[in-house]
């Protein structure tokens, strides 16, 4: 086992069920915000045994000995999200900059049609058409422009999970201590290059003869709605989170990379010059997601019990590869283009024109993703000189038919696959692997702990429903006289949080072992002295790119990174130290 998996293992077989029995009622919620602080202060006495000692060891960031009494406690390093700023969690700005320079930031879109509408069949899910009328935003956005004009001047956008919650939803209610909603949430882009929660609608499709019921919540100057729009945003927050895990995260970098995986090694001899290419960036990989299958995504496991949308997680996650899942817009590039967040322009920078210039995971992922195609291209440029090799490379045909046809079956006749003919179709496919395995994978995991730990800023799960749908007598009371205490209640359990605390601390550890990218070059290119070359170049412009990264988060100019409280984006940085830093981008899915 690697380090990473040896400090996973330990935390899902031993630290877990010590959590899980150490805490007897599995729906015990936090009673008020600072029980949530005890966590990061002093901890919780863990029961005393020999693995548990043993864990001080493994994981000495999360169990630590008590001083007085010999045992072991759990407790959590306060994150720099929190450390720098406590209430950061709590404002809109923060809310808005996330979707941007977050640890999901890949999900945001351009709003191009209006009105809003689904596409589920109202015939099931109730009407198409979304209550977040012209009238509405127009009311928020008045005094700046109209509807036309923003959609013109491409100033919406849309966190859009709808579509692909709803038809989940009355199943998910049916569950114990959770409840599930279909959402949109709509953004303004200011002339700050910040985006402006403007409106969320929450939706439940009709159920037990009940008409759909929906519902828009904005943000108000009255203590009620106040409170409401807080509830509103957390439930948000759980799809985003819930998403995140099964679709940006696992899905996307994790499950779709075994493929690649099996084929290079079924189809590739590993003196071939593709497989010395991508070996580093598919190490380990098998391994972990194994670990992965295991406990975390298993039945009844750490996903399934603590996030949205309870045991029908991984078929979830199996319903957006179907519909969402393409391998050519697993191109940085392409990605961004078909979220409306760019378009094709090729007297910008990268070939590409922002829609929101201040879009950190674009800005820096660019970068990475142009530095990755150059040092694949000047890799492909010594070994294919003559396009017809990559044709007549049977080994090479062989291993893209596999990835295809058998790897990604279920969609072998998509019209969107590349072709493997020219060198330029191996450098674009080659692109696209090492992209997702090293800085798609490093984008939306090492930032986990840091966004997610102090998880009223991102909880994984909305325990209740809103007090505005067909409320008891006793929960609308209790929302009116003490609202916090209702928005805890709606919050993760005790057992829940500390469970998902644990174990995103772990994965977003580097190992002392880590293999960056681009950091040291593979004993078999050793005596190369084109590849070396072509290697250093590639090494080289990482590290101008580190310095990049580091000259655009001291520009304050750029809101979406900079600013008072405001955590820098470092995600994207190729190189980091050992521990939970929040940069660092390995050559491949190793946590």
Known sequence: MTFSAKTVYSVLHALVPSVQTSIIDNDLGFPHFTAIDTLFNEGYELPDSSTIVSLRNIVPRLVKAISDTGNSALRFETPEFIDRDK??????????????????????KLVTEWPLKSNLDPEVYGPAESAITTELVEQEIGGFTTVDEALKQKKLFILDYHDVFLPYVNKVRQLKGTTLYGSRT?????????LRPLAIELTRPPIDGKPQWKQVFKPTWDATGVWLWRLAKSHVLAHDSGYHQLVSHWLRTHCCTEPYIIATNRQLSAMHPIYRLLHPHLRYTMEINALAREALINANG??????????????LSSVAYDQLWQFNLEALPADLIHRGMAVEDPTAPHGLKLTIEDYPYANDGLLLWDAIKQWVTDYIAYYYQEPSLVESDSELQAWWTEIRTVGHGDKKDEPWWPELKTP?????????IIWVASGHHAAVN??????????????????????????????RKQFMERPDEFLLKCFPSQVQATVV????????????????????IQ????DDKVINAAFERFNGRLKEIE??????????????RAGAGVVPYELLKPYSEAGVTGKGVPNSISI
């Open 547 to 560: 310095g990049i990264i580091d000259g655009r988060n001291a520009d304050t100019n750029l809101k979406n």
């Open 446 to 475: 090492f930032g986990q702990f840091d966004f997610g730990a102090y998880f009223p800023n991102r909880p994984t799960i909305a325990r209740t429903q809103m007090p505005t749908e067909e409320p008891k007598d006793e929960e």
């Open 302 to 315: 750490i996903i399934e019990s603590s996030f949205s949308p309870g045991k029908y997680s991984m078929e």
């Open 424 to 432: 330029d179709d191996l450098i674009g496919i080659l692109a696209i």
């Open 523 to 526: 004993p078999y290119w050793a």
């Open 186 to 194: 709509l953004f303004y882009l200011t002339p700050a290059d910040t």
């Open 87 to 108: 209430f950061a969690w709590f404002r809109d700005t923060e809310f808005g900059r996330q979707t941007l320079a977050g640890v999901n930031p890949c999900c945001i």
């Open 501 to 520: 605390m644990a174990i995103i601390d772990v994965l977003s550890n580097h190992s002392p072992d880590e293999e960056y990218i681009g950091e040291l």
